[in-house]
């Protein structure tokens, strides 16, 4: 067996190797190691390992079984990036197996009242261990192997990266990139009820990500049954920022940030507020008129906007916490910071006059067309 072993490794055929490092494959045929080449050859030491891990596995030994399967699995990544895409079912085969005995050995220690570790050893490049440093490794590895292109991947392992992908590059706040990796992933998934789970997980960026770039999500989407948490919590963030109703969303932030901090996007919907606010602005010129104005009438509009609760106690006892955020303005001096800041960044064209306290705006599409990346 240890020939027709090393045979199918000479013809690089993966998948008849990946038979031979299969943990839970019951039907697995017995081998024997000749010990004078296993010095000599690393995938004789790999199946010795692999074999260690069997054996105590079979002895629900699940915390040794992890340690020599672990041990397997770093030694093939390291000579993983020599090989060629032959090898992709065994790599798949080990970390499948490494994670199943990992939960395996967490299961065992929780019985025993003690801290569950292996997994977090084993895995640490998941992003519900908050490992994000370690996932930066793993994608400059990627990047710097030689692996054939993502688009030969099954569609099912391309969605995943995608998510998790998308998910690091949202915590760097790079939020263009994440944007294309989150929206790829959604537009893959089938419409069908058993990815609806996965289209929620999507959806959960994409929504304040698509109101960066000034598109909002329909009434139709927001409404399904499985986008209920979605809807209640996003809803009022989707109005207010429309509408330019800084009450409505400054009541909304306090309201629902457990929440928002619970799915990562609490530091995003603060950014939203800069959307609210240029459109309360753009409303305020639609009336107005004109492409000169003064710069107490923004000041105007966003007391008004605040104010607009005033005869509410219990809104009015929330709204004074938003003074611990800084969302209050006192003078012109605040408003004219904020239409500043929007000139610069290009949500709004034009310029301001100090001295005359004036905005400026371009007769040509003074709001041009939103889009924050």
Partial sequence: MQETFLNHISNEDGNAVK??????????????????????NIWLQLLFDHLQAKNHLLKSNFQTAFNFQNGLAQKFHGIFKDLHRWALPILYTINNDLFKLANEADILLIQQNQKPVNVEEGLRTSQKLDQTNLCKNITRALEASNLPELSLYPLSHR??????????LFSQENYKDSYMHFDFGFRQLRSSEEHSKNRVLFL?????????????PTKKLMFKPENYKLNLIYSNFVKSCSEGDL????????KFEANLVEFGTFNLI????????????????????????????????VKFSLKESEGDEEKKKENELTDDINFSYTDSGDVECKLANMIHNGLIKGYMDHDKQMIVLSKAN??????FF
């Avoid at 969605?159 to 690091?168: D, R």
């Avoid at 959960?204 to 909002?216: A, E, M, S, T, V």
């Avoid at 240029?278 to 010129?285: E, P, T």
Wanted: hydrophobic share 45%; glycine share 4%; aromatic share 18%.
């Fill in 19 to 40: 038979s031979f490092f299969s943990l839970f494959d019951q039907n697995q045929l017995k081998i024997i190691i000749n010990p004078n080449q296993l010095k000599k």
């Fill in 366 to 371: 003074p709001f041009p067309t939103l889009n």
């Fill in 204 to 216: 959960k960026y994409l929504i304040p990500l698509n109101i960066l770039k000034g598109i909002y």
């Fill in 159 to 168: 969605i995943t990266y995608s998510y998790y992908q998308g998910m690091l």
């Fill in 247 to 254: 009450n409505l969303f400054d009541l909304s932030l306090i």
């Fill in 270 to 301: 603060e950014k939203l507020r800069f959307v609210c606010l240029r459109n309360l602005f753009k409303k305020l010129v639609y009336v107005v008129g004109g492409n000169q104005l003064s710069l107490q009438y923004f000041l105007f509009a």
